[in-house]
T-cell receptor, first 110, second 113 residues
Framework: QKEVEQNSGPLSVPEGAIASLNCTYSDRVSQSFFWYRQYSGKSPELIMSIYSNGDKEDGRFTAQLNKASQYVSLLIRDSQPSDSATYLCAALEYGNKLVFGAGTILRVKS | ETGVTQTPRHLVMGMTNKKSLKCEQHLGHNAMYWYKQSAKKPLELMFVYSLEERVENNSVPSRFSPECPNSSHLFLHLHTLQPEDSALYLC????????????FGPGTRLTVT
C-alpha cells in the first residue's frame, strides 16, 4: 500500500454544491496531514493542515481526520468554478519526510 | 519579493548542457526542499536542507547537484540530463525541517531535448 492514496478523479460537482475529497493513508505516516491546491501549470498552494482527530474549519473548507479508519477528507462548501484544480493530500512519513498523493482533479461546473 | 521565488520559470536544455536552477525564500524559514513533479505522478522529494546542511538525499542521480549557500538560497545544478528528467521542479521552504507546513515556489518547467 502506498503511504498516501487518492482517487485521481475527475470529481465533477455543480456550482454551489459540496465537494468531498478523500485520502487514505498507511501506517507508515504520522498524524500530520496537509491539503494543497494546484491549479494547472501552477505550484501547490497550502490550504489546510490538520493534526488531531476530528474536524477543522477554515472559511468554506473543512478538513476531517479519522485516525481509526485512516482517512483524511477535505470538504469544500458552496463550490465555485474557481475551485477547479487538483487537490493534493500530503502526510508526514515517520522519519519526517512529507509524502504526497497523486492528487484528485476537481471540476466545478457552472 | 515575498514568499518563495524561483528562476528561471522555463528552461530548455540539451543533454550535454550545464544549467542551474535558483530558489530564494523570503519567509525566514530554516528548511528548504527540491521536489520533482512529472506528469500524473506524485510529487517526489529530491533534496532537503536544514540551516544550509543537507539532511536528505532521496536517491537522486548524481547529474542533479544541490547547493545551499545560506538559509535563504538554494540551487540545483544540472548536467548531462536525460529526456526523462523533463518535469516541473519545485522549491519549497518551511519553518523547520518537515514538521511544519511547506510553502512552494512557482516552479521551473524544464524540458530536456
Amino acid at each position: 500500500q502506498k503511504e498516501v492514496e487518492q482517487n485521481s478523479g475527475p470529481l465533477s460537482v455543480p456550482e454551489g454544491a459540496i465537494a468531498s475529497l478523500n485520502c487514505t493513508y498507511s501506517d507508515r505516516v504520522s498524524q500530520s496531514f496537509f491539503w494543497y491546491r494546484q491549479y494547472s501549470g501552477k505550484s501547490p498552494e497550502l490550504i489546510m493542515s490538520i493534526y488531531s482527530n476530528g474536524d477543522k474549519e477554515d472559511g468554506r473548507f473543512t478538513a476531517q481526520l479519522n485516525k481509526a479508519s485512516q482517512y483524511v477528507s477535505l470538504l469544500i462548501r458552496d463550490s465555485q468554478p474557481s475551485d477547479s484544480a487538483t487537490y493534493l493530500c500530503a502526510a508526514l512519513e515517520y522519519g519526517n519526510k512529507l509524502v504526497f498523493g497523486a492528487g484528485t482533479i476537481l471540476r466545478v461546473k457552472s | 519579493e515575498t514568499g518563495v521565488t524561483q528562476t528561471p520559470r522555463h528552461l530548455v536544455m540539451g543533454m550535454t548542457n550545464k544549467k542551474s536552477l535558483k530558489c530564494e525564500q523570503h519567509l525566514g524559514h530554516n528548511a528548504m526542499y527540491w521536489y520533482k513533479q512529472s506528469a500524473k505522478k506524485p510529487l517526489e522529494l529530491m533534496f532537503v536542507y536544514s540551516l544550509e546542511e543537507r539532511v536528505e538525499n532521496n536517491s537522486v542521480p548524481s547529474r542533479f547537484s544541490p547547493e545551499c549557500p545560506n538559509s535563504s538560497h538554494l540551487f540545483l545544478h544540472l548536467h548531462t540530463l536525460q529526456p526523462e528528467d523533463s518535469a516541473l521542479y519545485l522549491c519549497a521552504s518551511s519553518q523547520e525541517t518537515f514538521d511544519y507546513e511547506q510553502y512552494f515556489g512557482p516552479g521551473t518547467r524544464l524540458t530536456v531535448t
